[in-house]
């Protein structure tokens, strides 16, 4: 059984950083993508970044130029440093490991809280 577990949130004032973490119980199948994904109230869940395992990376434009999504092959880890947060990028945010195709899989963490205030 694959565990995923995801941490680092908490509570911060607009314009301060936060990292978080996300450690995958076993090594998995690759090549895999590892991503963050944040869901505020009333909203539907969004991607925010995301890292390939040889480290190609996409972002979400709304954090672009903010956030920094980064990944431990050795450790399984994958982590987001959020830097100049804003009240808007409140939300429980999810790690998630994916791949698709042959040997396909989709894991979650069960989400971390961020709360911005302004």
């Known amino acids: 059984q694959v565990q995923v577990e995801d941490s680092g949130g908490g509570l911060v004032q607009a314009g301060g950083s936060l990292r978080l973490s996300c450690a995958v119980s076993?090594?998995?199948?690759?090549?895999?993508?590892m991503g963050w994904y944040r869901q505020a109230p009333g909203k539907q869940r969004e991607l925010v970044a995301r890292?390939?395992?040889?480290?190609?990376?996409n972002y979400v434009d709304s954090v672009k130029g903010r956030f920094t999504i980064s990944r431990d092959n050795a450790k399984n880890a994958v982590y987001l440093q959020m830097n100049s947060l804003k009240p808007e990028d409140t939300a429980v945010y999810y790690c998630?490991?994916?791949?698709?195709?042959?040997?396909?899989?989709?894991?979650w963490g069960k989400g971390t809280l961020v709360t911005v205030s302004s």
């Open positions: 998630n490991l994916n791949r698709v195709g042959p040997f396909g899989y989709d894991y």
């Open positions: 076993k090594t998995i199948f690759s090549p895999n993508t």
């Open positions: 890292i390939t395992s040889t480290g190609s990376t």
